[in-house]
Antibody
Framework: EVQLVESGGGLVQPGGSLRLSCSTS????????MNWVRQAPGKGPEWVSN????????DYADSVKGRFTISRDNAKNSLYLQMNTLRAEDTAVYYC??????????????????WGQGTMVTVSS | DIHMTQSPSSLSASVGDRVTITCRAS??????LNWYQKKPGKAPKFLIY???SLRSGVPLRFSGSGSGTDFTLTISSLQPEDFATYYC?????????FGPGTKVDIK
């Protein structure tokens, strides 16, 4: 069974740092692009960052670029998100999610096919 | 960035009802549209990709349609386990933006 388990969330003051982890099992981790997605209270989800299976390619949402760093350790089947200079607007549940490619309607489509349960990050003084 | 909207924001329905949720993109996204289901305290569940292709294992009462900017998710006969919030997501651009969600609750 594919499983993703996030950890590392908590309460942090504005300007502070936090490191999230996502431990995975049940699939060949290095074969899959991985993502961080967050959901603020009462809002829709927001894609934050992704990293290729090898770790050689990363991308970020403009809202976190320069403050957050995504990384992975394929030997440990784990994904990470280093969050620096945190702001109140970063308060959200953070999910790790696996990217899958699916063929339909004549082309390949990327989707977040497996998600963890999430870890809460609260940025407040 | 591509902006996604959904309507209605919430709806009340009974078991057995036919339910339709609309999603609109701010620009054409062809058929690069996914749907997810979210229940409180649970991980989001991926339902539909390519606007209309059902993920393996998803019940056939779920269906999706649309292309360009306008899309719909239909549940043909609502079941007790379908009460949840549904989100659309575009995969046309790498910002992977989601809609604000449609909450389906019990009438």
């Amino acid at each position: 069974e594919v499983q993703l388990v996030e950890s590392g969330g908590g309460l942090v003051q504005p300007g502070g740092s936090l490191r999230l982890s996502c431990s995975t099992s049940g699939f060949t981790f290095s074969n899959f692009e991985m993502n961080w997605v967050r959901q603020a209270p009462g809002k829709g989800p927001e894609w934050v960052s992704n990293i290729s299976g090898s770790g050689s390619s990363v991308d970020y949402a403009d809202s976190v670029k320069g403050r957050f760093t995504i990384s992975r350790d394929n030997a440990k089947n784990s994904l990470y998100l280093q969050m620096n200079t945190l702001r109140a607007e970063d308060t959200a549940v953070y999910y790790c999610a696996r990217s899958g490619e699916y063929y339909g309607s004549g082309s390949f489509h990327k989707a977040f096919d497996t998600w963890g349960q999430g870890t809460m990050v609260t940025v407040s003084s | 960035d591509i902006h996604m909207t959904q309507s209605p924001s919430s709806l009340s329905a009974s078991v057995g009802d036919r339910v339709t949720i609309t999603c609109r993109a701010s620009q054409s996204i062809n058929k690069y549209l996914n749907w997810y289901q979210k229940k409180p305290g649970k991980a989001p569940k991926f339902l539909i990709y390519g606007a209309s292709s059902l993920r393996s294992g998803v019940p056939l009462r779920f269906s999706g349609s649309g292309s360009g900017t306008d899309f719909t998710l239909t549940i043909s006969s609502l079941q007790p386990e379908d009460f949840a919030t549904y989100y659309c997501q575009q995969s046309y651009s790498s910002s992977f933006t989601f809609g604000p969600g449609t909450k389906v609750d019990i009438k």
